[in-house]
Every structure is written in C-alpha cells, then in structure tokens.
C-alpha cells in the first residue's frame, strides 16, 4: 500500500472513529426504570398500560422509562417490599396491605390523599366461575356450601383475592340481615368445601381453568373474565346477588423513591393510571374504572351488580384485616386443620 492510501484509509478509520463516538455521545434522552410491585392477575393489563405511560412520558418529558412488573400474592407482595424489595410503586389489591408498609415507615402516612378516590384507580368485586352449562347449579352464595360442591379460591393468608373471597361470603350474610354468628356458620360451612387453595388469583385460576379442579371458582371480576374468554365457551361467570366493593390501591413508595431519585416519575405512572386512556384499559381487561364515562362504555362487559362497602363488615379496611386475618382473627379459627 502506497503512503497516499495509508493516509487515506487512517483518514478513514478516523471518521469512522468519529462517527462511532458521536453516535455514542448523541443524546438518545436520559433512560430511567420504575419497579412496580403489584398483585397476581395484574400482569397483562400494566403491561399494556406500561407501553402507553412511557410514550406519553418521553413525548412531555423527553426521558424515556421502562417499568419492571413483579407480581404474586398481594400480602406476600406487600411483605416481600417490607423486607426490601425495592419497589418504586405499589399496585396492591388492598389498603391495607399499603398501610402496613406506612406503618412499617416506608410510605407517608397521606397516601390515601396522593391521587383522586383515595389512591384508587379502578374498583372490582369477586364474582363466581363454573364449568359449562353450570351442572351443579351454583346461582348466588348459598349454593356454596351445598354438599359435593368443590371450591377453588386463593389462601387469604397470602392473595388478596382469597381476603376478599372470604369478606364477601360473610358479608352476603350481614347484607341479607344476617348475625355475625350465621355469618360464621356460613364462612366455616363455605370452607369446608374448600378443594384447593391456591396461593395467589392466577395460581387458583390455574388449577380451576386448566387443570380441571373443583365445580366453582370464587376470583376477581377481570379473572373471571379472561377465563371465560380464554376457554372458548367452557366456563361460565355467575354473578351472586351482591358482592363486596373491592377497592384496590396504588402509590410510591417514599423510602425507595428517594433511594432511586424516582420519584417524579413514579408519581407520573401513577397519576397516568387515573387518565382516559389508561381507564379505557382497564375496563377492556375487566377492571371497573372509576371514570363513569369509561366504565358506561364498557356496561356490557361489566355488568350492574350490587357491591357493598368494607365498612358493612368492619370500620374499614385496617380493622377487617385485624378482625379477619390478625393472629387471633376469623379467619384464624374457622379454617379448617386439612392441608388444602
């Protein structure tokens, strides 16, 4: 090679040197990741809001954000922070067990207050599933404690879901007019027929809607939904004559956020939660938003039902978690000694 092209290709490998740098140095925006822990079914509907809140994050801020998922049980989410899972955000299926993080320090005690409706950004209740056709009849909650009739539900000792399964069973009871001692009866009664516990929503579903186990399925509303939708016909939903109002919440996590320098954007994902476009997302995966235009455009996919509040059963989310599913609660008492 003559030295004219030795100059030229060292010409060459220096503008290829210097493009690969300026390549490497072109500002692409500032790359950040939020940790949301939520609550076993959840996984498909953030995934999609996700996508949405990080368009919409980089279009106003110009700094682009990826949202990691962690999901289970809720109370296990909830301990699994308290021990130091760095959760950013909390999307959990109770007050409670957000409140137990603010108890542990972790979270302003004025979380309730971060976002509209007390940091809830959608609602939802549990409803029935059965196989086709219905073949054991299973029409409102007595049905339940029926003999031969086999139940799937999670473990309210670690699912969000198997805590309310359990209040909505008692509270059909006090709504009826009911004593706290039928009420009893009744719970001790619906256990017994109990097949499996499951330890989280989709774990349960899994045994219910794949596995083939159990006549019922007491889930969440969305769960239910997706089941129905996923077998092609094969199951069916039975929506019981009242249920509870189940009042899932979200907010950052205090301790983590200053941690991380999040916090911005943490409280944008979850002021993004509360938009129209993220509503509309939740109704389409069976979460009733709390936008009552949203949730009037998806009337026939979420039907009218009648809901009760927490405070028909206990003061509120905090005392029913105490009296029910404390050491020395309800729950505690009349579960059956099987191993389920």
Known sequence: MNGKALNGFALMLVAVAAGLLGFRNFDWGTSRKLLNVSYDPTREVY??????????????????????????????????????????????????????????????????????????????????????????HIRDWGDLIAPGVAIV??????????????????????HAGGSEAQARDFVRQLYRNVEILGQGARDASTRFALEGAGDVQLTWENEAIREREESREGLEIVYPKVSIRAEPSVTWVDAYVQQHESQAAAKAYLGYLFTEPAQDIFARYGYRPIDEAVLRRHADRLPAIDLFPVTLIARDWEDAQA??????????????????
């Not at 980089?58 to 109370?75: C, D, M």
């Not at 542990?104 to 809830?120: C, E, K, M, N």
């Not at 670690?158 to 909505?168: E, R």
């Open 323 to 340: 009296k029910f599913f404390g050491e020395n609660g309800i729950y505690n008492i009349i579960r059956p000694t099987k191993t389920l």
């Open 153 to 174: 539900t999670p473990d309210p000792k670690t699912s969000g879901n198997g805590k309310l399964s359990l209040l909505a069973a008692w509270g059909s009871v006090i």
């Open 47 to 136: 995934q999609e809001i996700d996508l949405g809140f990080a368009a919409s994050y980089l279009k106003s801020t110009g700094e682009r954000v990826s949202i990691e998922q962690s999901h289970g049980g809720s109370s296990r989410q909830a301990e699994a922070v308290a021990e130091g899972l760095a959760a950013d955000v909390v999307t959990l299926a109770l007050p409670s067990d957000i409140q137990r993080l603010s108890n542990q320090g972790l979270i302003a005690g004025d979380w309730r207050g971060r976002f509209p409706h007390d940091s809830q950004p959608y609602y939802s209740t549990i409803v029935f599933v059965v196989r086709k056709t219905n073949p054991k």
